[in-house]
């Protein structure tokens, strides 16, 4: 056997190793407590790295984000739909405005209806209408319980114009009654309604101030006095709008007869 | 406490594959190479936990191992391994037999190894085994430069010698 071959058998013999088994159990012998004592407190280091701020936040977050992204397509039925729903309750809580987060899920509910009507996926027909009513049941009761301005209501309105549409075509396509629009149709008429009467009552208590002040002003032009006249005719048959424009046209004659 | 731990640790994880297969070489038993392996890091655990400085880790678990051996020698003749009992040299339930399968270059080499003088054994084992540098070898063997060259030169020069004698039995 030539020096070479002497040498290559030489490192063949690196494979002389002990058994990996006696070599741990060796260490833990060796180590004892210590041994049991670092690996607990690797583990609670290594958490406690985990759950530092810095390091959690940006990765629950992009856990979060990744997730929702991926369970957007899914549909009532869907295994991941459920995924959805609890990313959806996330938006629930931080959503500035609850009644228009409602209506823009059951426009959701409603877009993913129609898509299954589409592909005709029977077996997600029953689950996705469901969904759907209830979406409509939330929208609508978030509706008549909290109170809003009445520029959001004409807003929130048009949603419900849309949806009541989408709806319509639904029911159509579908032969069937979604009940629950009709309480949200009543909820919004109602809440117009009454941001309608608030209004008329604001014009009403304006138009009755302006009249009282104008019938003690004792330096009233016979113009003005007519014009005085007609106002409160207006205010006696309800046409607050109507008495005041008379009362601004009574207060500024000049401005009036420019325009 | 912890930082002793991480030494340790560190130490372990590098050398124990390399003392044991270097006391193994030594003693040809398995039994006795997890004896005295296990024996060379109780040294250096304890060595760690009184505080003492060790500058260069590799050469002081080396001669710590070296050591031991030198002391079981002591207590037990080191007999020559007869080059007709090589298939009787290992444990046949060993690890290490099932790994090389019946390799007879190898247990050649083994065998003849075992028999060469304890320090061109651990010149040889050292230098082509383990792969260590010249510098390194000379402080574990606490012998100069020059020297190791000279005992790896002559460990391969009597392997050779003692292989032609095996292939003529």
New interface residues.
Partial sequence: MDEAKIIQNLKELKQIKPNKEWAILTKKEILGEEYKESRFSTIVSTFRFILQPKVLAPAVLTLLVGLFLFVQGSLPGDSLHSVKKIAEMGQETVAPNKTEFYLGIAEKRAQELNEIVAANQVEKLSPAIKEYQDSLKKAAQSIAENSKAPEETILLAQKVNKIKGTTEKLEKDLNIEIKEIKELKENILACLRGDIEATKTEMAVLAKREIESLRNNNSLTEEQQAALAEAEALFEAENYQGALGKIILLSYPREAEQE | ??NH?DR??QI?DQY??KI??FI??KVNSEDM??DL??EA??KT?QSLTVGQEIQNPQAFIYRVARNLVIDYYRQKPHLPVSLSSCSEMSDPSS??EK??QF?S??E???VV?ANLKDEHREA?TLY??DDLPVSEIAEILNKKEGTVRVLVHRG?KE??KQ??EF?NV
């Fill in positions: 406490m912890k731990y340790f640790n372990y124990v594959d044991y297969r193994y070489l190479a997890k392996t296990s890091f109780i655990w690890n290490i790994q090389f390799n270059d190898i050649k080499i083994k190894l040889v082509y085994i391969i392997l050779k292989l032609g292939e």
